[in-house]
């Protein structure tokens, strides 16, 4: 069954959000369980690799067949199947979203894996890990691989649950983390601004082709939508956690940050960035400030776990800075306003993002969200001035990709941002 | 009037976001059922042509635990990295690969790494100087036992 890996990981993030008491859009939970209980296998399998114990189905299922059992018995009759009454424009939109969400699966159904990072990297390692049965030192040695381990480890968990190297399998992680993100996307948006408006710019962010490329098309397998997953998750929680500081949500927000660091190279800035923006505003508002340092400390113990192990073995380290050359700054500006107005890939997505910026600075989470979108992407800035590549082909070959990651965030706050320039609109009401 | 230019930016976004709707689901009777038609393996020499055959072929000749060193014209990696994904368990080192710039690429190299086949891809030259006791062609590859 093509479909238990993935059943089993909502299962696991569902229980973990229950645990926590955390209240959302029933949408907006099961796009956070997904991710949420792959990430939480991933540390498991690469903790037990640290340990050397080699994988298998059963130490994935049974450490956490208890909190399973013990959160379905508790939770058997909270499930509500709601009808709401849907306008026509919502009824439209839902069909959009629906038909962009299954073209997205089809798409992913009909090819063998297209995407270069896929064959050179992140599935390669995954059947290396998964015939090794743990994170094989040999093999990285082998492909000169310095990417952090975490999306290899989730695709092989995924092979594990299947008992073979099932590549359609793999595929399918990465359309979910497509739909997961529309999930997440649309259950906070609702919870913040209306269902219309949250439909609304579910579609928009849908029908983005670069999205929809790495969901299910060409592109699938490159890691960067699994990333955007993880800043989208991360800054909302974080927002929550701005909000409402308490125990709860800085354990959200440390539990969706602490990936990120491990799913790509440039995770540990973004990482950075999003705890920097957590500090910022837990100085602002006179939240517990030590409370926060300890769980960020907590959050990057296994990014430290895996540098020591990455030191220890002698792994390859990422090669691509030299030093910074800030006469490239003029041609490397030019480059990326042409890719944020390239409409072919995002629509207007960075056009209306950029239009409803200065509204962001009315209110706290507004200028939350704004401020990490644009920290990641100064960041990425600054590695075309610093790259050892040729700056213009290395962002010509990436920059799409490092926008994927700020690009559902991105139409999390546009959608915000335009809910409250237009909400005595009557077709925003419901 | 900034209010107007707002909505009229989402508007815009809206159209151009349904066209692209239109557009992408219009592709599966035009393009994509030329796919939906075929079978695994036809669906691999379709995506991957020439460098799944010589997988196919690698699969027959090369002994466990041995390896292959792969002698390219293709300088992107596209050739190296795919037959490098389909071949493993069986190392394939890019043996021609000449950016020195750091030890990743001294690794994928495999220069201290004796292997019993060499592969040369779109008539690259094999610079090795070790003697040659079988070879055969396939369609865009020279495969070499030594």
């Not at chain 1, 998964?130 to 310095?146: E, H, M, P, R, T």
């Not at chain 1, 400390?297 to 192990?309: A, Q």
Request: proline share 3%.
């Amino acid at each position: 069954m093509i479909i238990f890996p993935f059943i089993f990981s909502i299962l696991i993030g569902w229980s973990i959000l229950k645990m926590m008491r955390f209240s959302a859009d029933t949408l907006s939970i099961l796009g956070y369980s997904y991710g949420l209980g792959l990430s939480v296998i991933g540390f498991q399998l690469i903790f037990f690799s640290f340990l050397q114990i080699p994988w298998n189905i059963w130490i994935i299922i049974v450490p956490w067949l208890p909190l399973i059992l013990f959160t379905i018995a508790k939770n058997k009759y909270n499930f509500k199947i709601l009808k709401p009454k849907l306008g026509l424009l919502e009824k439209i939109l839902i069909a959009a979203i629906l038909s962009l969400t299954l073209f997205v699966f089809f798409e992913s159904s009909i090819r063998p894996l297209m995407a270069y990072d896929a064959w050179s990297n992140w599935f390669l390692a995954a059947k290396a890990f998964y015939l090794y049965q743990g994170v094989d030192v040999s093999y990285i040695q082998f492909a000169g691989n310095s990417s952090p381990p975490l999306i290899s480890v989730m695709v092989s968990n995924v092979y594990i649950f299947l008992g073979n190297i099932n590549e359609q399998a793999g595929i399918y992680l990465f359309t979910g983390f497509y739909i997961s993100i529309l999930l997440v996307l649309y259950g906070e948006l609702k919870s913040m601004t209306s269902r219309t408006n949250a439909l609304l710019f579910t579609f928009l962010l849908a029908s983005s082709e670069n999205l929809i490329r790495h969901g299910g098309r060409i592109d699938v397998g490159h890691a960067d939508i699994i990333l955007g997953y993880f800043i989208l998750c991360s800054t909302i929680l974080l927002i929550k956690y701005i909000k409402q500081a308490d125990f709860r949500h800085i354990t959200l927000f440390a539990l969706f940050l602490s990936p990120i660091s491990l799913l790509k190279n440039e995770g540990i800035v973004i990482a950075l960035v999003i705890s920097f923006a957590a500090i910022i505003f837990s100085i602002k508002n006179k939240q517990k400030f030590l409370v926060l340092i300890l769980f960020l400390l907590i959050t990057s113990s296994p990014y430290i776990l895996w540098k020591l192990f990455h030191h220890f073995y002698n792994l390859p380290d990422y090669p691509l800075f030299s030093s910074f050359d800030i006469s490239r700054t003029f041609e490397v500006l030019i480059n990326i306003a042409k890719e944020l107005l390239n409409i072919r890939r995002w629509n207007l997505l960075w056009i209306a993002f950029f239009v409803f910026l200065p509204f962001a600075l009315k209110g706290k989470q507004e200028k939350a969200i704004a401020l990490v979108v644009l920290l990641i992407n100064l960041a990425y800035f600054s590695t075309y001035l610093t790259t050892a590549l040729d700056p213009i082909e290395h962002l010509r070959g990436s920059l799409d990709r490092l926008l994927l990651h700020t690009a559902p965030l991105a139409a999390f706050l546009t959608g915000l941002l335009f809910y409250r320039k237009f909400k005595n609109s009557k077709l925003l009401k419901s | 009037m900034i209010t107007k230019l707002l909505l009229i930016v989402v508007i815009v976004w809206i159209t151009f976001a349904s066209f692209r709707t239109i557009y992408n689901l219009s592709k599966i009777p035009r393009e994509e059922m030329s796919w939906v038609r075929l079978d695994d393996e036809e669906k691999k020499n379709k995506a991957y042509s020439e460098i799944h055959k010589i997988d196919k072929e690698l699969k027959k000749v090369v002994a466990p635990n041995d390896c292959v060193h792969f002698y390219t014209k293709d300088k992107t990696g596209v050739s190296y990295f795919l037959l490098r994904y389909l071949s493993y368990p069986t190392r394939v080192y890019w043996a021609n690969l000449e950016d020195y710039r750091n030890v990743s690429n001294q690794r994928i190299r495999g220069e201290n790494r004796i292997c019993s086949i060499s592969v040369s891809h779109n008539d690259a030259e094999i610079n090795n100087q070790r003697s040659i006791k079988d070879e055969f062609v396939i369609d865009g590859a020279r495969i070499i036992k030594h």
